[in-house]
C-alpha cells in the first residue's frame, strides 16, 4: 500500500507531504483546490509523460515520491533482473524533471527508464481517472478486462510465443519468395559476375603473399650476391671469419693461459668454441636462404599480373580488399543456388508454417473457450455487483465474436448493456449515461481489484453522475473493498466521504506573490464542518452540522 506521497514544485502544489492509511482514504476540496493536480503527480510515478510547464518555479527542479510498504513480493524477481535492491518493508520510487525538462525516474534510488518505471508502479497502484470510463469503448481494453479476470496469462503467453514464431516464418518465407522473383531477373547478372569470379578464385589473404614475393623476386640477383658475400666472409677462404677465430684458438692453446687469469683463462678458449659454432649456424641458413632465391622473370611477370588482377577485380566489383572478394563470391554462389531451388527448402517451410497454423488455431480456440468461460462469470459477477447502486433491472452480457488471428488471439469483445426492462442490450458505450457508466465502472474495478491482487486503487470522482442513496452505496463498496485493498477516492459527495475511514482535505491559500494548494488530514470535528459544509454549501448551520454526524455515525 502507498504510505506517503511527497510533491514539490508541480503546479500549485510547492511542498506537501501526504500521508495514507490502509482502509479507505477520502479526498475531498472545492473545484480547482488541486485534488486533481495531487492525482496528476501521482500519475508521474506510473510513467506519464513529464512537462516542464507543470513546473511552479520554473528554476527548481519538480520531484514526485512515493512510499510503499510492504511490497509484493512477485516483484522481487524483477528487481533482481534490473540490479534493484530489494527491500521487503518498504519500495521507494521517485521521479524528478528539471528545469531544462528532463526527467529521471528512480526505484530505491536505482536509475530506471519510463517503461520500467510503469511496469513496477503498475504493480502497485491502480488510478481510475474521469477520463478511464472511455476505456469500455475499446474492444482492446474490454479483452484484457477478461484475460485478468479469467487468470488466462499463461495460455495467452504460449499462444503468443506460438504467434510470434508463426508470423516470424511466414514473413521469412515471404523473403525467399520475394528473393527468389528478384533474383530470377537479376540470374543472368549474377552468372556474369561469378563467371569473372570463378576465373580470378581470389584468396583470403592473398595480396601480401604475393607482394612479398614480387619483391624478392625483383631484387633477386642483389639479394643473392649479398648473401654470397656474407657467407664468404663467415665461412668462406683463409680470410674468413671462422678461419680467423681458428687460428686465433690454436695461437692462445700455446699459452698457459692460467698464468694471466687463474679464473676464467679456460672460458676463453671455449666463448671461441661456441662462437665458430654460431657463426656455422648463420652461414648454414645463409646458404639455405640463397639457394631458395632464383632470378625468375616468368614468375614474377605471372605474379604481377595476378596482382593487378586482384586489385581491378577490388575496384570493378567495388570492394576493399581480396577478403570482401572472397565474400562476395561466396555470397554469389549461395544466391544463385537459392534462385535455382538450391537453397532452403521452401516447400519444406511451407509444411512448417501449416503445422504452425494449425498449433495456432488450436491455442486459440482454447483462448476463445476459456475468455468465454470467464466473461460468463464476469456477467454474473458485474450485475451482483452493480444491481445494489440502484439497478435493479441492470442486465450486463460480455459477446465474443471471432475476428482476424492477432497477437491477442482471434477474439473480439463488446461490453453489452440494459438498464430497463424494455431496453435490449445495446455496447455499453452507447446507452450508459454519466451516472450509469460511473457505477458500471465501480463494479468492474471492485472485481478487477480483487482478482489482480492491486494493493492500491484510486478513483478520481468515479461518483460523477450520482447523488443521494446511489453514492451512498457506491461509498459503501468503496469501503467493502477496503477491507482486502487500499482504496483512495477523490469526491465531491458527502455520502461517499461519509464512508471514508481517514479524510483529506485539499485547499488554497493565497500569500502576498502566489496562490498555493495545500492538503491536509482532517480531525473528526473538522471532517463534521467539511460534509456539512458538502451538504449544506458556504453556509453551514446547525441543520447541516446534524445531517453531517448522522451521516457519519451511519457509517
Same mark, same amino acid.
Given at each position: 500500500?502507498?504510505?506517503?506521497?511527497?510533491?514539490?514544485?508541480?503546479?500549485?502544489?510547492?511542498?506537501?507531504?501526504?500521508?495514507?492509511?490502509?482502509?479507505?482514504?477520502?479526498?475531498?476540496?472545492?473545484?480547482?483546490?488541486?485534488?486533481? +493536480?495531487?492525482?496528476?503527480?501521482?500519475?508521474?510515478?506510473?510513467?506519464?509523460?513529464?512537462?516542464?510547464?507543470?513546473?511552479?518555479?520554473?528554476?527548481?527542479?519538480?520531484?514526485?515520491?512515493?512510499?510503499?510498504?510492504?511490497?509484493?513480493?512477485?516483484?522481487?524477481?524483477?528487481?533482481?533482473?534490473?540490479?534493484?535492491?530489494?527491500?521487503?518493508?518498504?519500495?521507494?520510487?521517485?521521479?524528478? +524533471?528539471?528545469?531544462?525538462?528532463?526527467?529521471?525516474?528512480?526505484?530505491?534510488?536505482?536509475?530506471?527508464?519510463?517503461?520500467?518505471?510503469?511496469?513496477?508502479?503498475?504493480?502497485?497502484?491502480?488510478?481510475?481517472?474521469?477520463?478511464?470510463?472511455?476505456?469500455?469503448?475499446?474492444?482492446?481494453?474490454?479483452?484484457?478486462?477478461?484475460?485478468?479476470?479469467?487468470?488466462?496469462?499463461?495460455?495467452?503467453?504460449?499462444?503468443?510465443?506460438?504467434?510470434?514464431?508463426?508470423?516470424?516464418?511466414?514473413?521469412?518465407?515471404?523473403?525467399?519468395?520475394?528473393?527468389?522473383?528478384?533474383?530470377?531477373?537479376?540470374?543472368?547478372?549474377?552468372?556474369?559476375?561469378?563467371?569473372?569470379?570463378?576465373?580470378?578464385?581470389?584468396?583470403?589473404?592473398?595480396?601480401?603473399?604475393?607482394?612479398?614475393?614480387?619483391?624478392?623476386?625483383?631484387?633477386?640477383?642483389?639479394?643473392?650476391?649479398?648473401?654470397?658475400?656474407?657467407?664468404?666472409?663467415?665461412?668462406?677462404?683463409?680470410?674468413?671469419?671462422?678461419?680467423?677465430?681458428?687460428?686465433?684458438?690454436?695461437?692462445?692453446?700455446?699459452?698457459?693461459?692460467?698464468?694471466?687469469?687463474?679464473?676464467?683463462?679456460?672460458?676463453?678458449?671455449?666463448?671461441?668454441?661456441?662462437?665458430?659454432?654460431?657463426?656455422?649456424?648463420?652461414?648454414?641458413?645463409?646458404?639455405?636462404?640463397?639457394?631458395?632465391?632464383?632470378?625468375?622473370?616468368?614468375?614474377?611477370?605471372?605474379?604481377?599480373?595476378?596482382?593487378?588482377?586482384?586489385?581491378?577485380?577490388?575496384?570493378?566489383?567495388?570492394?576493399?580488399?581480396?577478403?570482401?572478394?572472397?565474400?562476395?563470391?561466396?555470397?554469389?554462389?549461395?544466391?544463385?543456388?537459392?534462385?535455382?531451388?538450391?537453397?532452403?527448402?521452401?516447400?519444406?517451410?511451407?509444411?512448417?508454417?501449416?503445422?504452425?497454423?494449425?498449433?495456432?488455431?488450436?491455442?486459440?480456440?482454447?483462448?476463445?473457450?476459456?475468455?468465454?468461460?470467464?466473461?460468463?462469470?464476469?456477467?454474473?459477477?458485474?450485475?451482483?455487483?452493480?444491481?445494489?447502486?440502484?439497478?435493479?433491472?441492470?442486465?450486463?452480457?460480455?459477446?465474443?465474436?471471432?475476428?482476424?488471428?492477432?497477437?491477442?488471439?482471434?477474439?473480439?469483445?463488446?461490453?453489452?448493456?440494459?438498464?430497463?426492462?424494455?431496453?435490449?442490450?445495446?455496447?455499453?458505450?452507447?446507452?450508459?449515461?454519466?451516472?450509469?457508466?460511473?457505477?458500471?465502472?465501480?463494479?468492474?474495478?471492485?472485481?478487477?481489484?480483487?482478482?489482480?491482487?492491486?494493493?492500491?486503487?484510486?478513483?478520481?470522482?468515479?461518483?460523477?453522475?450520482?447523488?443521494?442513496?446511489?453514492?451512498?452505496?457506491?461509498?459503501?463498496?468503496?469501503?467493502?473493498?477496503?477491507?482486502?485493498?487500499?482504496?483512495?477516492?477523490?469526491?465531491?459527495?458527502?455520502?461517499?466521504?461519509?464512508?471514508?475511514?481517514?479524510?483529506?482535505?485539499?485547499?488554497?491559500?493565497?500569500?502576498?506573490?502566489?496562490?498555493?494548494?495545500?492538503?491536509?488530514?482532517?480531525?473528526?470535528?473538522?471532517?463534521?464542518?467539511?460534509?456539512?459544509?458538502?451538504?449544506?454549501?458556504?453556509?453551514?448551520?446547525?441543520?447541516?452540522?446534524?445531517?453531517?454526524?448522522?451521516?457519519?455515525?451511519?457509517?
Amino acid at each position: 500500500m502507498i504510505s506517503r506521497l511527497s510533491i514539490s514544485n508541480y503546479a500549485l502544489i510547492e511542498n506537501s507531504g501526504i500521508d495514507f492509511d490502509k482502509g479507505f482514504t477520502v479526498i475531498t476540496g472545492e473545484t480547482g483546490a488541486g485534488k486533481s +493536480i495531487m492525482l496528476d503527480a501521482l500519475s508521474l510515478l506510473m510513467g506519464a509523460r513529464a512537462d516542464s510547464r507543470v513546473m511552479g518555479n520554473k528554476e527548481k527542479k519538480t520531484v514526485v515520491e512515493a512510499s510503499f510498504l510492504n511490497p509484493d513480493s512477485r516483484l522481487n524477481d524483477l528487481f533482481s533482473q534490473n540490479n534493484i535492491d530489494w527491500d521487503d518493508k518498504e519500495l521507494v520510487i521517485r521521479r524528478e +524533471i528539471s528545469p531544462s525538462g528532463k526527467s529521471r525516474s528512480f526505484v530505491n534510488d536505482t536509475p530506471v527508464n519510463l517503461s520500467l518505471l510503469s511496469e513496477i508502479s503498475e504493480r502497485l497502484i491502480d488510478i481510475h481517472s474521469q477520463h478511464s470510463n472511455s476505456l469500455l469503448n475499446k474492444s482492446q481494453e474490454q479483452l484484457s478486462i477478461i484475460d485478468s479476470y479469467g487468470k488466462i496469462g499463461e495460455l495467452l503467453e504460449s499462444y503468443r510465443n506460438t504467434f510470434r514464431q508463426y508470423v516470424a516464418l511466414r514473413n521469412r518465407i515471404k523473403k525467399i519468395k520475394e528473393r527468389r522473383a528478384q533474383g530470377k531477373e537479376n540470374r543472368e547478372f549474377i552468372l556474369f559476375r561469378l563467371e569473372q569470379l570463378d576465373k580470378l578464385k581470389p584468396k583470403r589473404g592473398e595480396i601480401a603473399v604475393l607482394e612479398r614475393e614480387a619483391e624478392i623476386l625483383g631484387d633477386a640477383d642483389t639479394i643473392k650476391n649479398n648473401l654470397q658475400d656474407s657467407i664468404n666472409l663467415i665461412s668462406g677462404g683463409n680470410g674468413a671469419a671462422i678461419r680467423s677465430l681458428q687460428l686465433a684458438y690454436a695461437s692462445l692453446s700455446e699459452i698457459d693461459l692460467s698464468l694471466l687469469d687463474s679464473h676464467n683463462s679456460d672460458n676463453i678458449l671455449e666463448r671461441i668454441d661456441n662462437l665458430k659454432v654460431e657463426l656455422r649456424d648463420i652461414s648454414d641458413t645463409l646458404e639455405g636462404y640463397s639457394e631458395k632465391i632464383n632470378s625468375d622473370p616468368e614468375k614474377l611477370d605471372r605474379i604481377q599480373s595476378r596482382i593487378e588482377s586482384l586489385y581491378e577485380a577490388m575496384k570493378r566489383f567495388k570492394v576493399k580488399d581480396e577478403n570482401e572478394l572472397v565474400d562476395l563470391y561466396t555470397h554469389l554462389k549461395e544466391e544463385l543456388k537459392e534462385i535455382d531451388g538450391e537453397g532452403e527448402d521452401e516447400t519444406e517451410l511451407e509444411f512448417k508454417l501449416k503445422e504452425f497454423a494449425k498449433e495456432l488455431k488450436e491455442q486459440a480456440e482454447k483462448l476463445t473457450n476459456a475468455r468465454q468461460i470467464a466473461a460468463k462469470e464476469f456477467s454474473e459477477t458485474i450485475e451482483e455487483r452493480i444491481i445494489p447502486l440502484g439497478l435493479p433491472n441492470v442486465k450486463f452480457h460480455v459477446a465474443i465474436e471471432k475476428g482476424k488471428m492477432s497477437q491477442d488471439g482471434q477474439d473480439i469483445l463488446t461490453f453489452y448493456c440494459s438498464f430497463n426492462k424494455n431496453h435490449a442490450l445495446q455496447p455499453v458505450s452507447e446507452i450508459a449515461s454519466g451516472g450509469e457508466i460511473s457505477r458500471v465502472m465501480l463494479g468492474i474495478k471492485s472485481v478487477m481489484a480483487e482478482k489482480m491482487e492491486l494493493p492500491t486503487v484510486i478513483f478520481d470522482e468515479i461518483d460523477t453522475g450520482v447523488s443521494g442513496e446511489i453514492a451512498h452505496k457506491m461509498g459503501k463498496m468503496m469501503k467493502e473493498m477496503s477491507d482486502k485493498l487500499q482504496v483512495i477516492t477523490v469526491t465531491h459527495l458527502p455520502q461517499v466521504a461519509a464512508n471514508g475511514d481517514s479524510h483529506l482535505k485539499v485547499y488554497k491559500a493565497d500569500d502576498t506573490e502566489k496562490t498555493v494548494s495545500h492538503i491536509k488530514r482532517l480531525s473528526d470535528a473538522e471532517r463534521v464542518n467539511e460534509i456539512a459544509g458538502m451538504l449544506s454549501g458556504t453556509s453551514i448551520n446547525k441543520v447541516a452540522i446534524e445531517n453531517a454526524k448522522i451521516l457519519l455515525n451511519s457509517n
